[in-house]
């Protein structure tokens, strides 16, 4: 697909943060822009209108406002995947890679009922750690995983292949060269 230049120029660059050498995509200037904000989510939503996605679970913390919005568009249900500690009830808990050593993430054990449709959404992939926890972590519980939407991808640092690799198909709207 064709990249929307409108939606990308909505996207920040903040270079050398959080450290020297990383290009920091804010999304909070797309977020801030309503025509961009709603459409972003429209075509995060579009191959799935009318297919009957159960949940849509959203990446702590900017996958939760985005996964929000495309849950309400799909008349989807919403499950949050968080930091370790954050959930009150009962939790499957998966370690996944950072750039140094590793974190864990949790999703509630009950969250999604076996064989529900899934999609999962946070705003960006780089190496593809952090989804591809959350991945393990919706089959550890029965999901089946529809597809990973992402606003961005960082195509040189991999992730998006490494969930292809997983079977899951990678939805994207716009992609940076470098890290
Ligand atoms: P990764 O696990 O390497 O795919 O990293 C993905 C997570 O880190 C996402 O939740 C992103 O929000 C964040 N992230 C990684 N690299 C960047 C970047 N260059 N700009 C903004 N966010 C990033």
């Known amino acids: 697909m064709a990249e929307d230049e409108d939606l990308k ?13 990383i290009m920091f995509r804010d999304i909070t200037t797309l977020l801030g822009d309503a025509r961009a904000f709603r459409r972003a989510v429209d075509l995060l939503v579009q191959p799935y209108a009318g297919g009957k996605i159960d949940q849509v679970a959203g990446i702590e913390a900017r996958g939760f406002i985005l996964g929000g919005a495309v849950a309400h568009q799909l008349s989807a249900g919403f499950v949050p995947i968080r930091k370790k500690g954050k959930l009150p009830h009962q939790t499957v808990r998966m370690a996944y890679a950072l750039e140094y050593g590793t974190d864990e993430m949790e999703i509630h054990v009950d969250a999604i009922r076996p064989g529900e449709k899934v999609i999962l959404i946070d705003d960006l992939i780089a190496t593809g750690g952090t989804a591809e926890g959350a991945v393990k972590l919706l089959r550890q519980i029965g999901a089946e995983v529809v597809a990973a939407c992402f606003i961005i991808d960082l195509p040189d640092l991999g992730g998006a292949d490494k969930l292809r690799a997983m079977g899951v198909p990678v939805r994207t709207l716009m992609a940076f060269g470098g890290h």
């Open 9 to 21: 120029a909505t996207v920040r660059t903040i270079p050398d943060y959080p450290k020297p050498g």
